[in-house]
């Protein structure tokens, strides 16, 4: 018996990311901590293959099947480019998405309730979250009437994203001037078109793109004076001004029960894909001191953090 347990295969996780190990730490340690209060041990009980593309995305897809010539037992994907490297790598290896635009309209299953294939996990995506980013920033700039969306087109799954917060611009009596980064030697041309535009705030709708380049960005917005909303804390280590979205770190932990669940035996089609709970409203004051914006006193007791 003892021999047996000896020769036991210990369980392997594979983690796909798109970013950076430094970048992603928060989150990867945040699925960590889901694991050890499941009571896995790292090394021990289970082992993680960690894959990371450094930003580049082509690399996706070789990475990817590293991971199945591995034949790890489950793989973890945060994000569309990582999702859909990992869906076109195997059909068979249960992949738990940590989170994901619109999984139902982006075809990675067939219903939150019924994935009915070998994906399952988080959906990042909640009601009216695009609207209420919109409405932060007219609440800190009342007079609000152009705003700047920063975002990448060739980003899977973003469009949605882009649809939405025109709808709420339309609410709101915003006009959205769309600024187009499809490479990182675009956002100077991009600045220039918010510059001649005279946006007032810009919005960044989160991708890969946009997420490596963030200081370059914060930077134009500083110089220019302009609030920046961005769509997690993670993101708000360059400067950015604002942001409104859910608890990445959160969804990172939920992301370990469905590991721990496809550990046990379960089928990755009978769970069903759940949506975020929490939420997390981050004010920089640094940044709002730095612009002369005075933030509202009713927005600043709303922050789950504030940045001093």
């Given at each position: ?78 994000g569309t480019p990582q999702l859909l490297a990992a869906k076109h790598a195997t059909r068979t290896i249960p992949v738990v998405m940590a989170f994901a635009g619109d999984p139902v309209e982006q075809g990675f299953v067939a219903s939150l309730a019924r994935p009915a294939g070998n994906i399952t996990g988080l ?19 009342p007079t609000l009437s152009r705003a700047g969306v920063l975002w990448n087109p060739a980003d899977p799954g973003i469009r949605r994203n882009f649809n939405e917060t025109e709808t709420a611009a339309r609410a709101l009596g915003v006009q959205i001037h769309s600024l187009e980064v499809w490479s990182r030697d ?123």
């Amino acid at each position: 018996m003892a021999q047996a347990q000896q020769f036991k295969k210990i369980p392997q996780i594979g983690l796909l990311s798109a970013g950076s190990s430094s970048a992603g730490s928060p989150r990867i340690e945040a699925f960590r901590q889901g694991l050890r209060e499941l009571g896995y041990q790292e090394g021990n009980t289970v082992t993680i293959e960690y894959r990371f593309a450094e930003g580049k995305l082509e690399r996706l897809p070789s990475l990817a099947a590293e991971l199945v010539r591995l034949n790890v037992d489950t793989i973890v994907t945060g994000g569309t480019p990582q999702l859909l490297a990992a869906k076109h790598a195997t059909r068979t290896i249960p992949v738990v998405m940590a989170f994901a635009g619109d999984p139902v309209e982006q075809g990675f299953v067939a219903s939150l309730a019924r994935p009915a294939g070998n994906i399952t996990g988080l959906s990042s995506v909640a009601p009216d979250l695009s609207g209420k980013r919109l409405e932060l920033l007219k609440e800190i700039v009342p007079t609000l009437s152009r705003a700047g969306v920063l975002w990448n087109p060739a980003d899977p799954g973003i469009r949605r994203n882009f649809n939405e917060t025109e709808t709420a611009a339309r609410a709101l009596g915003v006009q959205i001037h769309s600024l187009e980064v499809w490479s990182r030697d675009q956002f100077g041309s991009a600045f220039k078109a918010a510059t001649a535009a005279r946006v007032q705030a810009l919005n960044l709708l989160q991708a890969n793109l946009t997420n490596e380049h963030r200081r370059q960005i914060v930077k134009f917005a500083a110089q220019s004076r302009l609030p920046t909303m961005f769509g997690e804390e993670g993101l708000m280590d360059a400067g950015g001004l604002i942001s409104y979205g859910p608890d990445y770190g959160d969804l990172f932990r939920r992301a370990a029960l469905y590991v721990d669940k496809i550990l046990k035996g379960a089928k990755p089609a009978d769970l069903p894909v759940e949506q975020p709970t929490q939420f997390e409203l981050v004010i920089n004051l640094k940044t709002a001191k730095q612009i002369g914006l005075t933030m509202p006193p009713n927005v600043l007791a709303r922050a789950d953090k504030v940045i001093r």
